[in-house]
């Protein structure tokens, strides 16, 4: 029998190249449908007839709901067929897909984004689920850097594709261009996918999802709005606290029930635990700057949505690029020496931006930007997978749950601390009011440069938690630890 083809829950044969390609192919549709449509905001904006603060809820909704049901997805694998919950969640993905594109008002494209959250929140931690599950550990990084190459690539084509079809085509063409695709990958899904982790029949403990959801919810629902209302907000203030409040009570009952909803003990973990807080700061690290650069690109040099995702092509594409290669010299040396250097790069890369003028040149950019990308890739898919190897094979579903959902809301907490700080130096620098009556071009000046240091500050941030973050690796064992096999 080939290497390839192994036996599923069922004792018969299935090639899991293949299920692990229609899986990937599922991923990279998902995160292509969601890294698409920022770009295509004002069109939308015109489209229904909404301001800035409305539209961007297309992509606040879809966080919530897919920060949500991350924590759900443990028990959804455990429960249910791995065939039969991946062909549902793209069944679910393909009718969100497809509400947006017949929308005929805001409401319907925002029922459509949500229906698709729902599924993405299901699909990708099945994905790394089974990926982790089929490969003895000893090949993981290999697959998980494929992984990362469907990761990497979608954010790269998706902003300047975005670009390309609003200016020529109509909005309608992001959603509906997806629909046959998602159509062949159900169809392909149903000969190749095959139940490949076991189940059983655990009762679903409904006091636990709802504080999850109510937590996660709130907590992930406050750091989004801080962006626009400030930390002192009362709704900022009240959603973040409460969110924390019932995380806690959630995280208790966890700890107390034989069979946890989401197994929180996987933290108890050294070598997991250190993993997941590496994930959760390159997490920042990555997040924090494709929110803010773009908007310099935009706001101070004057570029298209089009142009700056031009500039960002480059380094989204060396992600895709490396993941795989990474992956492959994890599985032969590791995660903390590759671990070390991806952060040494992403603080080497990120500095740069700390120096920002008006005028500097965009090869400089595009040039730190694919440097500090490279860094992610280094580092991302293999401390995830030393994490998960730490793990035995009962807990590997609990550990990609509560992995992704660390790193969701460190993303979320991240952007907010970038934001926030880029908002509030920009303010603080802001000449005052009289100068633009009294010398109209310093005033202009004094408030560009408070503009710069805005962004200065958010990078000195950004650059932070990269250092941080290369302090951690040295706690990384130089060896894998592996914790069960299948």
């Not at 709704?235 to 409460?242: A, E, Y």
């Not at 929180?264 to 959760?280: C, E, G, T, W």
């Not at 890369?349 to 008006?358: Q, R, Y």
């Not at 730190?368 to 590997?396: C, Q």
């Amino acid at each position: 029998m080939s290497d390839n083809i192994q036996m599923d829950a069922n004792g018969k044969p299935y090639n899991r190249i293949l299920m692990v390609a229609t899986m990937i192919a599922g991923t990279f549709i998902m995160i292509l449908s969601s890294t698409m449509l920022a770009t295509a905001f004002p069109a939308l904006m015109k489209a229904f007839d909404v301001n800035t603060s409305t539209v961007q809820w297309l992509t606040t909704g879809f966080l919530l709901v897919n920060g949500v049901m991350i924590p759900i997805s443990a028990w959804l694998i455990n429960r249910f067929s791995t065939r039969v919950l991946y062909m549902s969640a793209m069944t679910i993905f393909l009718l969100g897909t497809t509400l947006a594109f017949v929308a005929t008002n805001f409401a319907t494209i925002f029922i459509g984004r949500l229906v698709q959250a729902i599924a993405v929140g299901i699909s990708m931690p099945l994905s790394q689920t089974v990926n982790l599950s089929i490969f003895p550990p000893e090949k993981r990084g290999a697959v998980m850097g494929t992984l990362g190459l469907a990761i990497g690539l979608a954010p790269a084509i998706g902003p300047t594709l975005s670009g390309f079809i609003v200016d020529n085509y109509s909005w309608r063409t992001l959603f509906g261009m997806l629909i046959p695709l998602v159509l062949l990958v159900i169809i392909i899904s149903f000969f190749t996918v095959r139940k490949v982790l076991e189940t059983s029949k655990p009762s679903l403990d409904f006091s636990s999802a709802i504080l999850s959801t109510i937590g996660f919810g709130l907590l992930l629902y406050g750091f989004s709005e801080v962006g626009d209302k400030g930390w002192g907000d009362p709704v900022v203030l009240v959603s973040i606290l409460v969110g924390l409040v019932v995380i806690g009570f959630f995280t208790l009952r966890q700890l107390k029930m034989d069979n946890p909803f989401l197994n929180i003990r996987v933290f108890a973990n050294k070598d997991f635990f250190i993993s997941a807080i590496l994930s959760a700061d390159v997490n920042i690290a990555m997040i924090g700057i494709e929110m803010v650069f773009p908007i310099y690109l935009q706001t101070i040099r004057g570029e298209s949505a089009f142009e700056s995702g031009l500039t960002l092509l480059p380094g989204a594409l060396m992600m895709g690029i490396m993941s795989p290669i990474t992956g492959r010299i994890f599985d032969r040396i590791g995660a903390k020496r590759l671990a070390m250097a991806g952060l040494s790069l992403v603080t080497i890369g990120t500095i740069p931006f700390i120096f920002l003028t008006t005028s500097t040149p965009t090869i400089f950019l595009t040039v730190s930007y694919a440097i500090r990308m490279a860094g992610v890739a280094m580092t991302m898919m293999p401390v995830t997978t030393a994490g998960m190897n730490a793990l035995s094979f009962k807990e590997i579903s609990h550990g990609t749950a509560v992995n992704n959902t660390l790193r969701q809301v460190a993303g979320s907490v991240g952007t907010a601390v970038l934001i926030s700080v880029l908002s509030n130096v920009t303010s603080n620098e802001m000449p005052a009011k009289h100068v633009l009556h009294e010398a109209p071009l310093l005033y202009k000046d004094q408030a560009q440069n408070a503009v710069l240091g805005g962004y200065s500050a958010a990078f000195v941030v950004a650059t932070g938690f990269a250092i941080v973050g290369l302090i951690v690796t040295f706690f990384l064992k130089k060896t894998q630890t592996f914790g069960g096999e299948k």
